[in-house]
C-alpha cells in the first residue's frame, strides 16, 4: 500500500517556516478618502442614540423651569410686541402692500424661522463641550450630538407654529397655497443651523471663546436678516450682500409661503448653494477633529 506524504512531514522545518511566515502577515489600514471619509452610514445604526439623546435635550431644558414649555410661546410673542413696538410704532416700518397683513403677523412669521435657527444654532454649537462626559467614555459617531442639538429646537418651533395659527386667525389672515413649500425652508434652516454648528461645535472644543462669542454673533445675526423689515427696504449692493446670508432667503421664503407676495428670488438660491458648501465643508472639518475630541474636551 502506498501512502502519500506531505511536504511538511518530508521537511519539519519547511513546514515551520510557512507558519510563521502566515503568522507575520501585515495588514496596513490606511485611511479613508472623500466621501467615505465621512463615514455617514454609521449613522443609522445609531438612530436610538439620537432620538434618546434629542429628548433629553428637551427634558433637561424644562425640566426645573417654572413655566415649562409656555417660553415656547412667551419668547416669540414678546419679542413680536417688542418689534411691534419700536420698528412699527416708533421707526415707522410698513408693511409692503403686497402682504396685506398687519405688522404683528409679518414680524412673527419673520421670527418663526429665525427662531428655529437661533436655537439650534444655540444648542449644537455647545453640544459637544455639554456632552464631555460622555465623549469620553465610549464611542460612536460624534455627530449625532450636534444634530441632536439641532432637532431639539423642533418643539418649540411647532408650538410657535400654532400660536402663529392663532394670530392669523384673529386678524383674518388666510394662508396661501404656497404653504406646501414650508416644509422645504424649515428643511433648509436646520440645514443652515446645522452647517455652522459642524464649525462652531469643533472650534468650541478647542477654543471656549467660541462660546462666549456665539450669543453675540445670533443677536448681530437677527439684526442682519429681515426679520423685523422687509427684505424690499433692502436695495443696491446691499441687496447682493444678503445672498451672503442664508437665513434672508429662508425668511422670505416663509413669507411667501404664508402671506403670498412676490416669489423668492435668488436669495433663496444663493442661500441653498452657500448652506450646501458649508455643509459638505463642515462635515469634513468635524470629522478632521474629532479625533482630538476626548482628549481636549
Not at 44 to 59: A, G, Q, S, V
Amino acid at each position: 500500500m502506498k501512502l502519500s506524504t506531505s511536504v511538511a512531514d518530508q521537511d519539519p522545518t519547511k513546514g515551520d517556516r510557512q507558519a510563521a511566515q502566515r503568522s507575520l502577515t501585515t495588514t496596513v489600514i490606511e485611511p479613508k478618502r472623500g466621501w467615505a471619509a465621512l463615514r455617514l452610514g454609521e449613522l443609522w445604526p445609531y438612530r436610538e442614540l439620537l432620538f434618546f439623546l434629542t429628548w433629553r435635550d428637551i427634558k433637561v431644558r424644562y425640566k426645573q423651569a417654572v413655566l415649562g414649555v409656555a417660553w415656547a410661546v412667551l419668547a416669540p410673542l414678546m419679542t413680536m410686541v417688542v418689534f411691534t413696538v419700536v420698528f412699527s410704532r416708533w421707526l415707522g416700518v410698513e408693511v409692503p402692500a403686497q402682504y396685506g397683513v398687519p405688522y404683528a403677523v409679518f414680524s412673527f412669521v419673520g421670527l418663526l424661522p429665525w427662531t428655529l435657527f437661533a436655537s439650534s444654532l444655540q444648542r449644537a454649537s455647545s453640544s459637544l463641550v455639554g456632552s464631555s462626559s460622555l465623549l469620553t467614555k465610549v464611542y460612536f459617531p460624534r455627530l449625532i450630538i450636534p444634530m441632536a442639538g439641532v432637532l431639539g429646537a423642533l418643539p418649540d418651533f411647532f408650538i410657535s407654529f400654532l400660536v402663529l395659527c392663532g394670530l392669523m386667525a384673529y386678524y383674518h389672515v388666510v394662508p396661501t397655497w404656497n404653504a406646501v413649500w414650508l416644509p422645504a425652508f424649515v428643511l433648509l434652516a436646520l440645514a443652515t443651523s446645522l452647517a455652522f454648528g459642524l464649525w462652531l461645535s469643533a472650534l468650541n472644543v478647542l477654543y471656549r471663546d467660541v462660546g462666549y462669542i456665539i450669543p453675540f454673533l445670533i443677536q448681530m445675526w437677527m439684526y442682519l436678516s429681515p426679520v423685523a423689515y422687509p427684505i424690499e427696504n433692502v436695495q443696491g449692493p446691499l441687496r447682493v450682500l444678503y445672498g451672503l446670508n442664508p437665513m434672508a432667503g429662508v425668511i422670505q421664503g416663509f413669507r411667501w409661503a404664508l402671506l403670498g407676495g412676490h416669489p423668492p428670488d435668488l436669495l433663496v438660491a444663493a442661500a441653498i448653494g452657500l448652506v450646501a458648501v458649508l455643509l459638505v465643508t463642515g462635515f469634513f472639518y468635524f470629522k478632521r477633529m474629532e479625533r482630538t475630541f476626548a482628549d481636549v474636551v
